[in-house]
């Protein structure tokens, strides 16, 4: 292994990028990808914990309901980092700096109920959608349409997903509590 190292660019900067993208407008959108990004990974390991320790008679469905939004989430993580790199940023990439600029809150380290989780998941999805709405108009304002349409198409995920765990909170449902008196 090599002791050397050499530092191609330092984490927070933005160099100039052969998409023709004004370096202070490209820092703009990397600056708000970075926390999409971040979002993106404190949102990813929330959903694996669910997906991890959900029980009941839903078990199943549930359990690969949640691996598929983490799988979506994590392909969008994948997708932003690499349009950030392309504008000449640098993708967040430790597990510190991504809680640290993270504008989403994890819950605790507890397992809770699937209902409590389901919310929190909601919770946090509304907060991701909000954000991307912000990203897509800053970046269409600064020109950037393909970062516009990028977070077009995440955010559309993101709010079908967010459909799908509302419809599981509703409290109409097929199946039944034992009685037990």
């Not at 993106?40 to 469905?61: D, I, R, S, T």
């Not at 983490?70 to 997708?79: L, N, Q, W």
């Not at 000449?88 to 430790?94: D, E, Q």
């Not at 209902?115 to 020109?143: C, F, K, P, Q, V």
């Amino acid at each position: 292994m090599s002791t050397q190292k050499e530092t191609r660019q330092r984490a927070g900067t933005v160099e100039e990028n052969s998409l023709r993208l004004e370096t202070e407008k490209a820092e703009q959108i990397v600056d708000a990808l970075n926390t999409d990004l971040a979002d993106a990974y404190v949102f990813y390991h929330q959903l694996h914990k669910h997906h991890w320790n959900v029980e009941g008679a839903e078990y199943l469905p549930i359990h690969e309901f949640l691996q598929e939004i983490y799988e979506d989430v994590e392909d969008a993580a994948d997708e932003i980092a690499e349009r950030l790199q392309a504008l000449g940023g640098v993708p967040h990439a430790s597990m510190t700096t991504l809680a640290a600029n993270a504008t989403v809150e994890a819950e605790d380290e507890a397992v809770y109920d699937v209902r409590t989780s389901l919310s929190n998941d909601l919770e946090m999805m509304g907060d991701i959608i909000e954000s991307y709405r912000e990203h897509i108009e800053l970046a269409e304002g600064l020109g950037d349409y393909a970062t516009a349409e990028m977070l077009r198409e995440q955010l559309e995920t993101v709010e079908e997903h967010a459909h799908h765990v509302e419809h599981y909170l509703e409290s109409d449902t097929l199946v039944l509590e034992s009685a037990t008196n």
